[in-house]
Nanobody, 124 residues
């Protein structure tokens, strides 16, 4: 059973950066596609970014493209989400999730494992 733990959230000002980490235990992320999702107050959880285990392909939501970067360090069994030029609308609880699927990884239904989330708050 893979367990995921997010860290790196916090309170920052608009234009600042944060780096979120998703560390895995009980299994290896090297054979899992990992995605980041977020849920803002009063809104549904939405896709942010994903990185596949095969080939390391990445995908981003339009709202974060060019500002966020997802990467993985298989040696550390960790996936990162570098968030630059943050905006108040990026305020949310950020979740990482993992799936064995290489397709349709923008869909939450594809994911087998979820972390508990980390709060990122961006003030204006």
């Amino acid at each position: 059973q893979v367990q995921l733990v997010e860290s790196g959230g916090g309170l920052v000002q608009s234009g600042d950066s944060l780096r979120l980490s998703c560390a895995a235990s009980g299994g290896t992320l090297s054979r899992l596609t990992v995605g980041w999702f977020r849920q803002a107050p009063g809104k549904e959880r939405e896709f942010v970014a994903a990185i596949t285990w095969f080939g390391g392909s990445t995908s981003y939501a339009d709202s974060v493209k060019g500002r966020f970067t997802i990467s993985r360090d298989n040696a550390k069994n960790t996936v990162y989400l570098q968030m630059n030029r943050l905006k108040p609308e990026d305020t949310a609880v950020y979740y990482c999730a993992a799936t064995y699927s290489l397709t349709d990884y923008r869909s939450q239904r594809r994911y087998n494992y979820w972390g508990q989330g980390t709060q990122a708050t961006v003030s204006s």
